[in-house]
T-cell receptor, first 112, second 113 residues
Framework: GENVEQHPSTLSVQEGDSAVIKCTYS??????FPWYKQELGKGPQLIID?????GEKKDQRIAVTLNKTAKHFSLHITETQPEDSAVYFC???????????FGTGTKLQVIP | DVKVTQSSRYLVKRTGEKVFLECVQD?????MFWYRQDPGLGLRLIYF???????EKGDIPEGYSVSREKKERFSLILESASTNQTSMYLC????????????FGSGTRLTVV
């Protein structure tokens, strides 16, 4: 089955700096890569996703990149703000029943 | 947008008890999922269901079962709770359309003592 690895497990940045979280996946059939943000006491929330026919996608201060050859994808957050502090999960899916495999999570702390 | 509701926010149960975790979605979606979340391990799939009375094992089904009698409700059952099942349990359903991400419930924090 699919295996998703995520790094780093914790990340501290100064407000205004950029943050990058990296993931790798094992199943070459995976074609959908969502990212989730989980704030304290809440369930994960989808923030951005990318499909295998696209190399990069951007939404305001967040962007995702995908390298299918190397089987890795990354989340980039620019101009970080304190409200970006949360746990972020990457995930990969090959589409069957829309089943998703998650990474282990990155706890991001933005220091004011 | 679909709404996913988990009936209990916190639960404390004793070892050996039978535990029911309930999840309801309001959009008649076919697929529903149960994950458990543990620090350093991320979210791991326990069971999922793709229609009423249909279920499939996920990656860590041991010690769990599920029930889906109605399309909107997906229950996770701990047949005989053990301390290693202390965890956060999250229910999810895909958003509308293929490859459109999940909507999660707020989670149930279960402690088994």
């Amino acid at each position: 089955g699919e295996n998703v690895e995520q790094h780093p497990s914790t990340l501290s940045v100064q407000e205004g700096d950029s943050a990058v979280i990296k993931c790798t996946y094992s199943d070459s059939a995976s074609n959908y890569f969502p990212w989730y943000k989980q704030e304290l006491g809440k369930g994960p929330q989808l923030i951005i996703d990318i499909r295998s026919n696209v190399g990069e996608k951007k939404d305001q201060r967040i962007a995702v990149t995908l390298n299918k050859t190397a089987k890795h994808f990354s989340l980039h957050i620019t101009e970080t703000q304190p409200e970006d502090s949360a746990v972020y999960f990457c995930a990969a899916s090959s589409g069957g029943y829309q089943k998703v495999t998650f990474g282990t999570g990155t706890k991001l702390q933005v220091i004011p | 947008d679909v709404k996913v509701t988990q009936s209990s926010r916190y639960l404390v149960k004793r070892t050996g008890e039978k535990v029911f975790l309930e999840c309801v979605q309001d959009m008649d979606h076919e697929n529903m999922f149960w994950y458990r979340q543990d620090p350093g391990l991320g979210l791991r799939l326990i069971y999922f269901s793709y229609d009423v009375k249909m279920k499939e094992k996920g990656d860590i089904p041991e010690g769990y079962s599920v029930s889906r009698e109605k399309k909107e409700r997906f229950s996770l059952i701990l047949e005989s709770a053990s301390t290693n099942q202390t965890s956060m349990y999250l229910c999810a359903t895909p958003n509308q359309g293929a490859n459109s991400g999940y909507t999660f419930g707020s989670g149930t924090r279960l402690t088994v003592v």
